[in-house]
């Protein structure tokens, strides 16, 4: 049963962590998250200390894999809602209100932000729960800060999700306890006081963790941690400082792109050099996969694999320049025959379909099971981060080092340099290059919004987008009812 906001923050999640029966934690590659089910109390839960604080971290990270964390309802409203995603399917398969996310017809009650909103906070729930328990645990207190950190990791990117979403949103970075916290639950803070928090948890983050796991990979690193505040610097404009966190991994020596683009999204290019931060996935007995991800994109109707949702758009297609490898990389063509060697349906009810959510069932671990695949979901990688890069030294100025690493994109996808034009220039083709570097891969809709192009641009891709209005999702109705009106509605809503 889903959980409210206020369910999920007035409800410890204590006895839902340590009597758990099935209790999973991080190992190296395919093995991250495959301990074996074991029942516990609380009381001889308490009698471990480090397995205690590690279980509780693990409850965090466990929230990654759900339905309503990654799967549908997200990829509804980051994909199908842009000029990158078509609603797919049948024609009158509306995917519960994803036909909406394509229309621009949504409402406060629509089911994919009732389910992106209580997932998140459910996030951070358990990540506020962690940092308090584990406070009080007789731990080494090195063990204690680095756990902290990848709760705190994990709190800023739950909460990157719901900002970018619904704008400012009650802020709750403890366990309510007293009567006025807890009544702040249903108070929306600011936009800045929401990155605020933000940034204070990536900078603590990015301090007290490793740079690299050598042996639990699928945790967050210092260099995760470091990358994903260069990205949110760019959303709040904070120009200088999204160009020296960026610096922190380019001079690092630790990342660079893959030589083959195509291999971005399959099985062989997991925790490459390219990846910065991926949820790590298995589809082997007991499967701890991203609930549904694959399955929903698959291709659909005879011999097809899946529901055939978030289809790439013409518009999309089109956008790509002649000779740039990315387009055959990202979008699948009924009737194509894939790298694995099996060949689509010519009569797919979709002519295109997301080439970046395919699992090869003969060529990769797939796992034996559609629904949790071995699927990894690339949060943060190189390719992203140096468009980051190129975009903050573009506003400030330093035309040398956008062009720089926004040439360095365009080499791996075959295309030749941009060269030097005014800032203006140059920003329109970071722009673009973001488009198709990074479709489907659920930045669109936030690109567009940030950049200001969203009206301009999906008016022009014939959707009814209203300035004002369609520049933030709206508050679950359900959230406001819950707080007795004291949650105020986003703008035209």
Known sequence: MRSTLKKTIRTSITMAVLASTVVLVPSCKKSFLEEPPRAQTPADYFSSTTQAAEELVNSVYNKLYDWSQHSFSWIGITSIASDDGDKGSDPGDTGADKDQMDNLSWSSTSLSFGEVWESNYEGISRANKAVDMMDRLDMDPTKREIFKGEVRFLRAYYYFN????????????????????????NVRASEDEIYNLIESDLNFAAGVLPTQQLIETGRATSYAATGLLSKVSLYRQKWSQAAATAEVLIGSGKFGLLDDYNHVWREVGEFSKESIYEVNCKGTDPAKGLVGYFVVQAPRGQGGLGWGFNTPTLDLYNAYESGDVRRDATIIISGQTLWDGWVTNVAAPNQRYNYKSYVSKFMESWGKQDNETNKNLRILRYGDLLLVAAEAYNELNDTSKALKYLNMVRTRAGLSNATAKSQADIRTAIWKERRVEMAMEHDRVFDLRRTKQAGTVMRAHGKAYVDGKHDLYPIPQRQIDLANGKLFQNPGY
Not at 167 to 184: L, M, N, R, Y
């Open 162 to 185: 719901l900002v970018r979403c619904f704008g400012g949103v009650p802020k709750i970075d403890k366990v309510p306890v007293t009567q006025a916290e807890i009544d702040a639950v």
